[in-house]
């Protein structure tokens, strides 16, 4: 399994959630977007640091932790 390198936890940011690359912007965010039926160019313009690869990461993320594996 490729490990998760865009995905980063810090106590200090964001209370210690999964965060795209020690930004302020968390998987469970962009995931609730996504469910919420926003694409990933809706997020990209909302939340200009964060790359497509970031998004594709964080679902890959939230993915893992929802099949129990907890890589991250």
Do not use: F
């Not at 790359?51 to 990461?57: I, P, V």
């Amino acid at each position: 399994m490729k490990p998760l390198k865009r995905i980063t936890l810090d106590s200090s940011v964001m209370g210690g959630k999964p965060c795209i690359r020690g930004l302020r912007v968390t998987v469970g965010t962009v995931v609730g977007l996504m469910a919420q039926g926003h694409t990933a160019a809706e997020i990209l313009q909302a939340y200009p640091y964060p790359e497509e690869a970031d998004l594709r990461e964080a679902l890959a993320c939230a993915n893992r932790k929802a099949s129990g594996i907890s890589d991250v």
